[in-house]
């Protein structure tokens, strides 16, 4: 009898613990799941913030996808999306000169920034091929190699071979051959102040045929 009890006290002590240990399991697997939903649920919370502003504004110069209208325009389709939210952010705080664009910006807030750098990166790229073949190919020349005769650095060296940037430095891939001569024409004038300096050095060192080819050879990257 006393072996009897013994064994039963034992049984309903390993079932407790069992269901202690499936108890933790459970808390550990509905607090992952809560987690994963919340996420997902601010995820699509931002895509709507983000599609709500485009089709509202951004949609009439830089098209519903990122793909605009103009080569006046950049292209935001695969821009990375810190890059966006930080030239936004510099609209709004008026170290990127542009009327434009810090009317456009004005009643932005940093979240509604995040969100539209978020949709426009996962929009899909549809790059087309260079106008100008000859003068494309002596981009490629300069975008790979740089001018070692005028000390102009390859653009590979920071913004990859590829073209496809970083973070904090921009995507040139794909992007409008006229919108990246009149940026690179910006910084040689010191109209554009607000990326790295960097960016001055190098171009006041370019004459306007190289700004025009390498601008042709990313565009068809």
């Known amino acids: 009898m006393r072996r009897l009890l013994t064994e039963r006290r034992f049984s309903f002590r390993f079932i407790s613990l069992s269901e202690h240990i499936n108890m933790r399991r459970f808390n550990r697997f509905f607090a992952a799941a809560m987690a994963m939903l919340a996420l997902s649920a601010h995820a699509q919370s931002d895509e709507a913030r983000a599609k709500k502003i485009v089709n509202g504004v951004c949609f009439v110069c830089h098209g519903a996808e990122g793909e605009s209208s103009s080569e006046v325009f950049p292209r935001l389709a695969g821009q990375h999306a810190e890059y966006i939210a930080k030239q936004l952010e510099a609209f709004k705080s008026g170290k990127r000169k542009s009327t434009a664009m810090g009317e456009m910006v004005a009643k932005l807030s940093s979240e509604d920034m995040v969100a539209l750098g978020k949709y ?45 940037g970083t973070a904090s430095l921009p995507r040139l891939a794909g992007q409008y051959a006229g919108y990246v001569e009149s940026q690179l024409k910006q910084f040689h004038t010191r109209e554009r102040t607000n990326d790295n300096a960097v960016m001055h050095t190098i171009v006041e060192k370019m004459t306007p045929l190289e700004m025009a080819a390498v601008a042709e050879y990313v565009s068809g990257l």
Not at 137 to 155: D, I, R, T
């Open 120 to 164: 426009f990166e996962k929009q899909k790229v549809q790059p087309e091929p260079p106008k100008d073949p000859e003068l494309a190919a002596v981009g490629k020349y300069l975008y790979l190699h740089g001018n070692k005769f005028s000390g102009v650095p390859a653009c590979a060296s920071c913004h990859g071979p590829a073209g496809l």
